[in-house]
């Protein structure tokens, strides 16, 4: 396996790749910052080849690359990946609820034959919502996150609100899954996974809370249809490493590539 990313989730991944939670072998990995990829191999038993660029995991010979860097990495690099015939999977899902990279992911999928994989990542009942795809009206996400978590987003460089002078419970934001992974591209990926297993970007509607008082990471979904009506409620504990994101992401992700790399049986939808 290759890994795109070094950061806190792309660590978390590799760590269980080496412990051999996951029966595979990492054997070359990349990150914009040298230092990341450097300071990851130093901690890892299995030395992996650190490349040079992006190209060059692209060609190395593994069958599949992780990718955990940033929507700007999918947007970039998806395609030379999936033109080297390598299957993907993507923890930066936000990037596809833009159509023209979502039409090239597919597109490279069908043209060379290969497999892009999006792990459940921070929320859980992603099952229930593409069984009743078809039957859906509405589906509402409510994130809740301290404002430490949500520091840095896209959304308070144009924002009146000064995530550190937010002392009470406060509704930042609300619209579409579309916009919302645009404003809050390392915090809101749960949005574009609700909305591709559902009824899309667009109608997928999503509200962000900042809670000063709260230390989890909250989500609440419900959808409504046809088939009835159904709300989850999950409040995740931060990652140690990185509070932008739960660690119920990374635990995801790890359990989407044992059932990839595994023989066992597979439960669920």
């Known amino acids: 396996m290759g890994l795109l990313g070094c950061g806190a989730i792309g660590s978390e991944i590799a760590f269980a ?25 130093a901690k890892l038993q299995n030395k992996p080849v650190i490349t040079e660029n992006v190209g060059l995991l692209a ?36 990037a596809l609820l833009d159509e023209s990279i979502f039409d090239i992911v597919m597109d490279g999928c069908k043209d060379f034959n290969k497999r892009v994989y999006l792990p459940s990542g921070a929320i859980i009942g992603l099952d229930g919502i593409r069984a009743v795809q078809d039957e859906l009206d509405t ?21 009146s609100i000064d995530p550190d002078k937010i002392i009470q419970p406060t509704t930042i934001y609300e619209g579409s899954a579309q916009e919302a992974v645009k404003l809050f591209p390392a915090n809101i990926n749960v949005a574009a996974l609700l909305s591709l297993a559902g009824i899309g970007s667009e109608k997928t509607r999503v509200k962000i809370v900042a809670d000063p008082h709260t230390d989890k990471n909250t989500h609440e979904i419900q959808a409504e249809g046809k088939f009835g009506k159904f709300s989850i409620k999950v409040e ?10 739960s660690r119920l992401a990374t635990l995801a992700a790890i ?14 939808t």
């Open 59 to 94: 060609a190395s010979p593994v069958d599949m690359i992780i990718e955990a860097a940033s929507q700007d990495a999918v947007r970039d690099d998806i395609l030379s990946i999936l033109q080297n015939r390598k299957d993907v999977m993507i923890m930066s899902v936000g």
């Open 255 to 268: 359990e989407c590539l044992k059932k990839i790399c595994g023989t066992s049986m597979n439960i669920g």
């Open 17 to 41: 790749i080496d412990s051999g939670k996951i029966s595979a072998k990492l054997t070359h990995i990349y990150d914009f910052s040298k230092d990341n990829s450097a300071k990851l191999a």
């Open 236 to 245: 995740n504990v931060p990652s140690p490493s990185n509070p932008k994101t």
């Open 139 to 159: 589906v509402t996400l409510v994130t809740t996150k301290n404002p430490k978590a949500l520091k840095g987003a896209k959304f308070f460089e144009t924002s």
